[in-house]
């Protein structure tokens, strides 16, 4: 008679332990669609840990697999050394989460809004109090307790969720998407209260995002396109590894200007975001003979340093905003195809 396999239970010096979130081949599905396909990461106890990519990159299924708000189809996770299925209860004490997509209650107050989640999460009463006024204060939101989140701005409103994420003094903190939706001052103003809670709170920071200047603030970054990580590792190091400049040209006949540039200098070309993209270790010694040889006229020529927009692109073909707007031509696709059903 076969005996069922019982399920891996991580001992204490187990690296599943050790780790802030440790996560082995894990999958998630919806029928036909792989939103995750099989991704492997660690991240460190206090390590500011970036999932950069596109909309539709399956950055945000990944953080609610996290979370224990969805099950995965295969693999494993444990985050504060839980497992994030048979220990769905001690995962949620351990985390914080911010919404991508704001989840206030809007006709009540700062602090009853804060009352409310220092309830369901079973806080003892006598500390919700210096808790509440401790996160308010850190990002500056005090004085307005007692204001209704109606009367907030989209910048305060997103202040007031990461408050609120870090009430019950959570050991890992998850912002998907912290400043989606946000000008570009208040995003740099939210930045700013997220270093902050970095030096000030022992916590470790899971974030998601598709802007490459927030990015840039990770200690380290995992690169996910189509479900999978294509690169991980920290900024200075993944934009070193690209090793070459960008140089973009708008020409008179970008396709022909591909084929040339292929033909006369053995270097492959792309059109990304309108404009023919390339490679080069100088860039600014190469566009001379672009110039000289290239027999397309050229309207426009830029130059630039290694970014994490030239990772994405070195280990997928695209740009980010071209990932983008591919994934909302599938998801228009798919829900053309719902409708007819």
């Not at 206090?46 to 990519?53: D, S, V």
């Not at 409103?157 to 990461?162: C, N, P, S, V």
């Not at 997928?316 to 071209?322: E, P, Q």
Request: charged share 25%; proline share 4%; with cysteine.
């Amino acid at each position: 008679m076969a005996v069922a396999s019982q399920p891996q239970v991580a001992t204490p010096s187990d690296p599943r332990r050790e780790y802030a979130i440790y996560v082995r081949d894990l999958v998630k599905r919806y029928g036909e669609l792989e939103a995750v396909a099989g991704i492997s990461f660690e991240v460190g106890q206090g390590e500011l840990f970036g999932f950069l990519g596109p909309n539709g990159a399956g950055k945000s299924t990944t953080i609610n697999i996290l979370c224990t708000l969805v099950k995965p189809t295969a693999g494993l996770a444990y985050v504060g050394g839980h497992d994030v299925v048979r220990e769905r209860d001690a995962v949620r004490r351990q985390i914080g989460l911010v919404f991508q997509d704001q989840t206030l209650d809007g006709y009540l107050t700062a602090e009853q809004n804060l009352r409310l989640h220092a309830e369901l999460y079973g806080m003892e009463r006598d500390q919700i109090q210096p808790r509440m006024e401790e996160v308010l204060r850190m990002m500056e939101l005090w004085e307005r307790r007692r204001s209704l989140v109606n009367t907030f701005s989209g910048g305060m409103r997103r202040r007031l969720e990461i408050a609120r994420g870090l009430l019950h003094s959570p050991r890992v903190l998850f912002l998907d998407e912290p400043t989606v939706g946000l000008d570009p001052q208040t995003r740099s103003s939210i930045w700013g209260y997220i270093r902050r809670l970095e030096e000030e709170e022992e916590i470790t920071i899971f974030l998601t995002t598709h802007y490459m200047d927030e990015a840039e603030y990770c200690h380290r970054i995992a690169i996910v396109d189509h479900g999978r990580i294509v690169a991980l590792d920290t900024p200075d190091r993944l934009k070193a590894s690209v090793g070459k400049d960008r140089v973009q040209l708008s020409t008179a006949d970008d396709q022909r200007a591909i084929a040339e540039i292929k033909e006369r200098f053995g270097i492959e070309a792309v059109l990304a975001e309108g404009k023919v993209t390339l490679g080069v270790p100088h860039g600014e010694q190469f566009v001379p003979r672009l110039f000289s040889e290239l027999g397309v006229g050229i309207q426009a020529i830029s130059v630039s340093r290694p970014s994490l927009d030239d990772v994405f692109m070195a280990y997928t073909g695209r740009t980010i905003r071209d990932s983008e707007a591919s994934a909302g031509d599938q998801l228009r696709q798919m829900a053309a195809v719902w409708r007819r059903r």
